[in-house]
């Protein structure tokens, strides 16, 4: 399980090791192509302001002329500014030099007419950006874009309109300022915010997702691939079967009792398992309770089946025990041999109790001598 998390913490690294550094390299990328990108996208919005004016290209104007005191040369200097009559009175407006050096047309009789058609056919702002968006298409530019169009009246008033996209793009970059009209009275802005991650070819999205393909199936498949590897160089293990020999020898009793368990039977062919405290005799079985166990199997192995009281209140309660208690656990052996066996407990008067035959106490004088002379008889077996 450990060696499982080491190798899926090591692989977790390497893949997002591998997707940080193409992540780098696609954003360096980007940030090569912006300069590129702006340029492109100006072009548009100049192409979008030329197409507005080409619909104006076939409208009449009416112009009258007068012999201008200026004189005209074949390169046509930038002007500072211009002098107007109208119903406000004759008026000198000055050009700043970057307005005109932005304006889509320089020539000066064609900067005046587009003045008088721009305020006789007004630009539709969102047809303008309608147009831009169609033409950043064509250059698979992707984009969200709107335009600020603002114009100075003849007392220089400027009245601002924006494009619906306005209010949805508000964190877009603007680029430089195009100028149309004779004073350059026409301001057109155009607003971009790329969606750079759209213009990401999908191979190179492929290759940054690649690494993450890779550890799913490395997951699913790790396993597997582990087993493949482990069966395929581990190395053969030759297995020997050895024929097992018995030997058979002749061991004494007196060896085998240390390490075997010793089952007790008496006369009347009851058994008794100190180990299992258990007595047994044909079907019958009788559990017999701890202290009535030891009691019973120092009965067993005492000389002549016999024991003092001072011995019994010597194993039974180190030295100690009261009358009482004696009486209590003599008695409570006597019931658990009466349940299942012929032998019991008797009393000799002399401070002393022997295991017994139940019925031999029961036989004419003559027997009962016969029997007083004779011991129960208990043998021990000894089994594996």
Known sequence: MKQNIIA????TFLCILITGGYSVTLYRDVQKQLPEWKESVREALVEALQIEVRKRGNIPVDVITVNSTEVQTLEEKV????????????KTYAIPREKFAHSLVKER?????????????????DTLNQNWDSLLLAKKIAANTYIRYSITDLQEYTTTTYSRKYRQNLQADSLTPCYMGFRCEAEVTGFVLYRWWQMIDGWQWGLLVLPWIGLCIFMFAYRRIVSFFKEEFKEKEVVIHEKETIIEKEVHVTDVRAKTIDIYRFEDGTSFDPVKRILRRGDKEKKVAPQITILLKLF??????????????KEMWKG????????????????????????TVIY???KTYQLKKAH????????????STRQPSVTESNKA
């Open 8 to 11: 899926l913490s090591i692989a």
């Open 79 to 90: 002007p500072d500014s211009v002098t107007l009559i109208s119903k406000y009175g004759k």
């Open 109 to 125: 009789k064609k900067r005046m007419l587009l003045s008088m058609l721009l305020e006789k056919h007004p630009v539709s702002v």
């Open 300 to 313: 067993l192995l005492s000389e002549n089946l016999c024991l003092k009281e001072d011995e019994i209140y």
């Open 320 to 343: 100690g025990g009261a009358p009482t208690q004696l009486s209590s656990l003599i008695l409570r052996l006597r019931n658990t041999l009466k349940e299942i066996s012929d032998i």
């Open 348 to 350: 000799d008067g002399n």
């Open 360 to 371: 031999s106490i029961e036989k004419n004088d003559d027997y009962s001598k016969e029997v």
